[in-house]
């Protein structure tokens, strides 16, 4: 799979769909065009909430498409008030992919039958991460995509897949429980709404997702995660996707704004640093969006902005047995139900 | 491949070999037996070096063997008078390594006939990462390894292979032009001794290898580096390998004598720091040791020591056309001849 090379644009295009896909009017009920605008809009909510809470940093806006279609929108804001560096994007893509992955997605490796040859597919998503300044102040990451394949062009009979995947996970370097209980909360309530099982099984997800394998531990203290979403009706995953991305304003802002001016000392933001070594290790070596786009060759300022400013390595650092530092890793190596 | 769990152990061993392979007298000419004894001697010369040039900091020693055979010695210097962070490992490792594995290793992929089962193999080798704080003092980084296999059990008649690969490659943050001629010449006297073909290929060898495909850029500005070398006497290149082991010193102290205390303001700080992100980039996504290391289970501090103590990332950071900066990452992009 490799993806074109994106060009600079001056301006937000009304919408990043190819014309016979969703750009006229008639097609705008289609779910890949009312995923489109779900995002942009959570983007341009999400921008407002943070740079009001920031009091200080605006966010830079890059726009990019591509000749065959599709595009994004890269905001970041950086060395802000309140955030370090915090990046909000959306992306449309059009690709086409081997029937390998296809099968993998579809979960019929082996089953050679399934598909002939290459699928297109259509995918769209937005993807955050926010690292604040302050030791106290958690960071969050989400992101939400929409996944279609066309009907493979030599067996137009074949049907079309698609998918939901995404989740808002987040990553204190403190624990402190009214927040990590606020933010799970939020997720649950989302999740109920839609379906009792959700929030247990997406926090699994989520924890098992999240995994730094070489260290035994989590990059944090999870949240909800969940990929390849097709066995249940298309209309509920858009609804429930567009809960949860609607659900991270009240999820992460309050607590944002008890903690942003919480003092602290050269340990306390040592110790913030040293988790931020290893955000970007899990990024670097596991994260799906992070690798494939790597290797396939998208924008790669877009794919690494949900690296820290700054991160910190020291050999075998071990944290005191009963520390704080200690509770958050002990919470990272055996997760925890919080509510 | 999977490796055992290391045990810490108290005091250094004579050798980490395996009793019946080298550890009696008798069997000290071996190559593994000479192999391990060079890269331990190179290991003190370099931290004695270190620790002399750096007039503060001391090494920090871990002693660590496997229950089947083999072992390491770790030593890291954090935070010293003049590095941040420098770390001088050797190992020795008894694993064993799938056909498809091997027949890589050997070149020969798909040719089944080569041998019929998993195959048994013995490493040992020097591995170190010298991160200095000046800005104007680089990034130094060398590994020499030697590697063989045993006869396959179902296949006893089977012949032995080994091979030697390794180099030395240095990352400033500002290009200096005699320091870098300096460090290049001291290379090409080394493989001078042994091959004339030797530099040139080795340092093309290096340019390629130490590539951040992503960013389309190489780390540093290269060395030597070779790779499954087994096409010349194996005497020759334990000898070789051994010269390069220990002409380290005489091409990158006399570097950080010139730079360490050169004065620097912010700018410079943060720029150098940008570039110990594409260093923990190039690690932790192409490096073939730490990504086999991260996977097999390896000693992960000791495998991680390698990244900086600090790291940053900025969003979309361009240096301005004709700046120092600029001029070291065009060289980055576009490896340029020193001699």
Known sequence: VAIEKETPENERPETFLRAADGA??????TVRARFEK??????DEVCAAIEAADGGGKFKEDVWSRPGGGGGISRVLQDGGVWEKAGVNVSVVYGVMPPDAYRAAKGAEGDSSVTPGPVPFFAAGISSVLHPKNPFAPTLHFNYRYFETDAPKDAPGAPRQWWFGGGTDFTPAYIIEEDVKHFHRVQKQTCDKFDPSFYPRFKKWCDDYFFIKHRGERRGLGGIFFDDLNDYDQEMLLAFSTECAKSVIPAYLPIIEKRKDTPFNEQHKAWQQLRRGRYVEFNLVYDRGTTFGLKTG???ESILVS???????????QPEEGSEEWKLLDA????KEWL
Chains 1, 2 share one sequence.
């Open 24 to 29: 006229q009017a008639s097609a705008s009920t």
């Open 38 to 43: 779900m995002i942009r809009e959570v983007q």
């Open 298 to 300: 998208g924008r790669i």
């Open 307 to 317: 690296l820290p400013l700054t991160a910190r390595w020291e050999y075998d650092h």
């Open 332 to 335: 990272c190596i055996n997760p």
